[in-house]
């Protein structure tokens, strides 16, 4: 016989995991319905890079991954395709013309997501008002929120309808070792049609890399089939000696990169959170840290109701949606546009956004802006 819940949640990936902990706090009762394990892999090599408002819900929340799970991003350095460059530090505790002024905080931290996944398990294990469930049936409850990621078989039963644009890319990632510490930069390097990241990982002492390379279907396939060596070897005629003499240290992973959303994000007793709802180019590393603002401000706006409105009142969880949606958009325009800039090959684009790269390194204020963004 089904049990009996306030909130239903399809999916136990990162985000209904921290949604289940965060509604856990307010003494709601929730089933967590698990999605179906996928195939084991030798190495699970994704990292994510959290910004300042990601990490303290985790904290709160007691999932926050221990180093060397976790490595702090202090500089950010950006390359274009023909000569432009942007370089962002660690923001300060006080105004920048100040001889005191100190580091304050990380510009991101770079997280393993096996270990990830592994703490917010852990901190369900202490949240009796979460319980797993097999499937959607033995949980009724006054909500669904569908946390499936895009793939989610759910959206069509509640008539959500979903717009895809392929971008005709895969991401290749990858893990290396390098020859030095990597100091906590982050680098990545634009050209043509073409994004490649490499993200600090180990710890702030280590030197290993996460790569994260997003580049068109036919040569990221090549790049997969290609040897240890020549693998490397490609990377490096990108890099060239930035980050160090690079050693391949894992099994290469792939997947197919779009843009993505739901054209209606909630309706009468249900919801969609994280890449459910949504997903955007992973340029700027703001993926699951817009899944997890999006069940932050749920649990908010739940948390909010008048006393006599349902967990499922469509009226309530418009507050939700439109909370979040102008953020998201803001978000997909963003890395859509720079997607579409880079991916010219003509000298006259080219100019224009290497002149634009320059423009902002000079500028201070739009500068800061940026970091800001980034940092959450």
């Not at 304050?104 to 990830?116: K, M, Q, T, Y």
């Not at 963003?334 to 800039?341: A, E, P, R, S």
Request: some cysteine; glycine content about 8%.
């Amino acid at each position: 016989m089904p049990k009996n819940f306030d909130v239903c949640i399809r999916g136990d990936g990162i985000v209904g995991r921290t949604l289940a902990l965060l509604l856990a706090r307010e003494r709601l009762r929730v089933a967590l319905v698990a999605q179906p394990t996928p195939t084991p892999v030798a190495e699970d090599v994704r990292a994510y890079a959290l910004n300042g408002v990601s990490r303290a819900l985790l904290m709160q929340l007691r999932a926050w991954p221990a180093t060397p799970a976790v490595t702090p991003v202090s500089e950010m350095r950006v390359w274009g395709d023909s000569g432009g460059r942007l370089d962002f530090t660690q923001p300060t505790n006080s105004a920048a013309s100040r001889p005191s002024a100190v580091p304050s905080e990380a510009l991101a931290w770079i997280v393993d997501v096996p270990a990830l996944e592994h703490q917010l398990a852990e901190a369900l294990r202490f949240a009796p008002e979460v319980e797993y469930a097999a499937n959607a049936e033995d949980a009724a409850a006054k909500l669904t929120v569908v946390c499936e990621g895009q793939k989610s078989t759910s959206r069509r039963e509640f008539g959500a309808a979903w717009t895809v644009k392929p971008y005709d890319q895969k991401a290749v990632a990858a893990r290396f070792e390098s020859n030095r510490p990597h100091d906590g930069v982050a680098r990545q390097w634009f050209g043509q049609g073409d994004v490649l990241g490499l993200l600090p990982v180990a710890g702030a002492g280590g030197n290993a890399l996460a790569l994260v390379w997003s580049l068109p279907l036919a040569r990221a396939e090549a790049l997969q089939k290609m040897s240890p060596e020549a693998l490397t070897a490609a990377v490096q005629q990108v890099c060239g000696d930035e980050a160090g003499q690079l050693t391949l240290s894992s099994p290469v992973a792939s997947w197919p990169l779009n843009l993505s959303s739901a054209e209606r994000w909630v309706g009468p007793g249900w919801a969609l959170a994280g890449d459910a709802a949504h997903t955007v180019h992973p340029m700027a590393g703001q993926g699951l840290n817009l899944g997890l603002a999006d069940v932050k401000t749920l649990a908010e706006v739940l948390k909010d109701r008048e006393y006599w409105r349902s967990l499922g009142d469509e009226k309530l969880l418009r507050r939700y949606e439109r909370a979040r949606k102008a953020d998201v958009l803001a978000m997909a325009t963003v890395t859509d546009g720079l997607h579409g800039l880079f991916a010219h090959t003509d000298a006259r684009w080219q100019a224009l956004r290497n002149w634009g790269m320059t423009g902002v390194a000079r500028s201070g204020p739009l500068k800061a802006w940026l970091t800001r963004q980034a940092t959450g």
